[in-house]
């Protein structure tokens, strides 16, 4: 990880701040990689060079490449670029409900399954639906936290389509909660994101929860 200079000239609140998501400066080789993933298979306290985990660094690294595959993916642009579809005579909520999500959490790397409910009341553009589906799968194939995403998608949402507002949800069950330390299963975490008219108009997001069919969460 890169870091950023400090100036010492300014205040520490006026220091500029590391990004969340910084982009990284290089990427190792894919033998590099394998490499890694012996040395963790080697940690796990097996033999790297056994026939069943021969070829198991090239997988892994083949999986990374998938389940890592929306770094460098712009949701934002895929958003603005504009669609065909007439659909100016339409101005009530555009909501996709019940997307697969499939993403890996930053602290574990390991996966959280669930779905996301993503509406908009558009405003400035309109977009296609499978593009809704389309965001919420570039942020979920990067190193996640369920609140990050769903805020991600969200904003995303806000930036790439000016609408008058934006409600995104996502049910979630973590396998780092139901593998690990306490072996609980079933758990799901809830989390939600409501921007402009979503946030402020009560009747609004009632009536999201109501179609997304979580009146329980609210
Ligand atoms: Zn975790």
Request: hydrophobic content about 40%; glycine content about 6%; some cysteine.
């Amino acid at each position: 990880m890169k870091k950023l200079p400090i100036d010492d000239s300014l205040p520490e609140l006026l220091r500029p701040r590391p990004a969340r998501r910084p982009e990284p400066v290089s990427r190792p080789t894919r033998a590099q990689a394998e490499a890694a993933v012996r040395t963790l298979l080697a940690w796990a306290g097996d033999d790297p060079d056994r026939e069943g985990l021969r070829l198991t660094p090239q997988r892994v690294a083949d999986a990374y490449r998938e389940y890592f595959s929306g770094y460098g993916e712009d949701a934002i642009a895929l958003l603005a670029d504009p669609v065909v579809d007439d659909v100016s005579d339409y101005d009530d909520i555009i909501l996709l409900r019940d997307i697969p999500v499939l993403s890996h959490c930053e602290h574990h790397i390991a996966p959280f399954i669930g779905r996301a409910w993503v509406a908009y009341l558009p405003g400035g553009r309109v977009t296609g639906l499978s593009r809704l589906a389309r965001v919420v799968d570039i942020y979920a194939r990067r190193l996640q936290t369920q609140e990050a995403l769903t805020a991600e998608i969200a904003d995303a949402l806000d930036k790439g389509l000016e609408p008058r507002g934006v409600a995104g949800l996502i049910e979630a069950e973590h396998q780092c909660i139901a593998a690990r330390g306490i072996r609980q299963r079933g758990m799901t975490a809830v989390t939600m994101r409501f921007t402009g008219a979503f946030e402020t108009d009560q009747a609004l997001q009632a009536r999201f929860l109501r179609v997304a069919g979580r009146t329980a969460a609210a």
